[in-house]
Nanobody, 115 residues
Protein backbone atom coordinates (compact mmCIF):
# COMPACT_ATOMS: atom_id res chain seq x y z
CA UNK A 1 0.00 0.00 0.00
CA UNK A 2 1.34 3.41 -1.01
CA UNK A 3 1.44 5.84 1.87
CA UNK A 4 2.76 9.37 1.66
CA UNK A 5 2.14 11.88 4.45
CA UNK A 6 3.36 15.44 3.99
CA UNK A 7 3.60 18.01 6.77
CA UNK A 8 5.27 21.25 7.76
CA UNK A 9 3.54 23.76 5.56
CA UNK A 10 2.08 27.06 6.72
CA UNK A 11 1.88 30.78 6.19
CA UNK A 12 5.19 32.61 6.02
CA UNK A 13 6.30 36.07 5.01
CA UNK A 14 8.50 36.61 1.96
CA UNK A 15 12.08 35.83 2.86
CA UNK A 16 11.04 33.35 5.51
CA UNK A 17 11.75 29.64 5.84
CA UNK A 18 9.85 26.40 6.22
CA UNK A 19 10.88 22.78 6.51
CA UNK A 20 8.61 20.20 4.93
CA UNK A 21 8.60 16.52 5.84
CA UNK A 22 7.20 13.52 4.04
CA UNK A 23 6.84 10.14 5.70
CA UNK A 24 6.64 7.35 3.17
CA UNK A 25 5.90 3.69 3.51
CA UNK A 26 9.10 1.70 3.68
CA UNK A 27 8.18 -0.38 0.67
CA UNK A 28 8.42 2.63 -1.62
CA UNK A 29 11.00 4.73 0.14
CA UNK A 30 13.92 2.38 0.51
CA UNK A 31 14.27 1.45 -3.15
CA UNK A 32 13.36 4.64 -4.94
CA UNK A 33 14.59 8.09 -5.71
CA UNK A 34 12.19 10.60 -4.22
CA UNK A 35 10.96 14.00 -5.28
CA UNK A 36 9.08 17.03 -4.05
CA UNK A 37 6.42 18.43 -6.33
CA UNK A 38 4.13 21.43 -6.02
CA UNK A 39 0.88 22.64 -7.50
CA UNK A 40 -0.05 26.29 -7.46
CA UNK A 41 -3.68 27.40 -7.93
CA UNK A 42 -4.72 27.07 -11.55
CA UNK A 43 -1.46 25.45 -12.58
CA UNK A 44 -0.25 21.95 -13.25
CA UNK A 45 1.75 20.04 -10.68
CA UNK A 46 5.47 20.54 -11.22
CA UNK A 47 8.67 18.96 -10.02
CA UNK A 48 10.69 20.96 -7.48
CA UNK A 49 13.58 18.75 -6.39
CA UNK A 50 14.70 15.14 -6.39
CA UNK A 51 17.05 13.02 -4.34
CA UNK A 52 18.52 9.63 -5.16
CA UNK A 53 18.71 6.74 -2.72
CA UNK A 54 22.35 7.68 -2.13
CA UNK A 55 21.66 11.36 -1.55
CA UNK A 56 22.40 13.09 -4.83
CA UNK A 57 20.09 16.05 -5.31
CA UNK A 58 18.63 17.92 -8.25
CA UNK A 59 16.73 21.22 -8.21
CA UNK A 60 14.74 23.09 -10.76
CA UNK A 61 16.22 26.49 -11.57
CA UNK A 62 13.52 28.46 -9.77
CA UNK A 63 14.46 27.00 -6.36
CA UNK A 64 18.16 26.36 -6.81
CA UNK A 65 20.19 27.94 -4.02
CA UNK A 66 17.10 28.42 -1.84
CA UNK A 67 15.74 24.89 -1.27
CA UNK A 68 17.55 21.84 0.05
CA UNK A 69 16.21 18.30 -0.25
CA UNK A 70 17.41 15.56 2.07
CA UNK A 71 16.33 12.14 3.25
CA UNK A 72 16.57 10.01 6.36
CA UNK A 73 16.60 6.42 5.15
CA UNK A 74 16.28 5.05 8.67
CA UNK A 75 13.01 6.93 9.16
CA UNK A 76 11.67 6.62 5.59
CA UNK A 77 11.35 10.39 5.49
CA UNK A 78 12.28 13.01 2.93
CA UNK A 79 12.65 16.69 3.79
CA UNK A 80 12.56 19.97 1.94
CA UNK A 81 14.21 22.94 3.62
CA UNK A 82 12.91 26.09 1.99
CA UNK A 83 14.67 29.39 2.58
CA UNK A 84 14.25 32.85 1.09
CA UNK A 85 10.68 32.02 0.21
CA UNK A 86 8.91 34.06 -2.44
CA UNK A 87 5.19 34.60 -3.12
CA UNK A 88 5.57 32.49 -6.27
CA UNK A 89 6.48 29.52 -4.07
CA UNK A 90 2.89 29.45 -2.82
CA UNK A 91 1.46 26.03 -3.64
CA UNK A 92 0.45 22.69 -2.24
CA UNK A 93 3.61 20.61 -1.87
CA UNK A 94 3.66 16.85 -2.37
CA UNK A 95 6.27 14.15 -2.25
CA UNK A 96 6.39 11.03 -4.35
CA UNK A 97 8.84 8.80 -6.11
CA UNK A 98 10.89 10.15 -8.97
CA UNK A 99 10.06 9.26 -11.59
CA UNK A 100 6.43 8.70 -10.71
CA UNK A 101 5.64 5.02 -10.43
CA UNK A 102 1.90 5.30 -9.75
CA UNK A 103 -0.94 7.74 -9.69
CA UNK A 104 -1.39 7.90 -5.91
CA UNK A 105 -0.58 11.06 -3.99
CA UNK A 106 -0.71 12.12 -0.38
CA UNK A 107 -2.84 15.00 0.84
CA UNK A 108 -0.03 17.49 0.39
CA UNK A 109 0.88 20.41 2.63
CA UNK A 110 -0.07 24.00 1.87
CA UNK A 111 2.67 26.61 1.70
CA UNK A 112 1.54 30.21 1.51
CA UNK A 113 4.08 33.01 1.17
CA UNK A 114 2.48 36.35 1.77
CA UNK A 115 2.97 39.56 3.71
Amino acid sequence: QVQLVESGGGLVQPGGSLRLSCAASRSIFSRNDMGWYRQAPGKQRELVATITTTGSAYYVDSVKGRFTISRDNAKNTVFLQMNSLKPEDTAVYYCNTYPLLWGSWGQGTQVTVSS
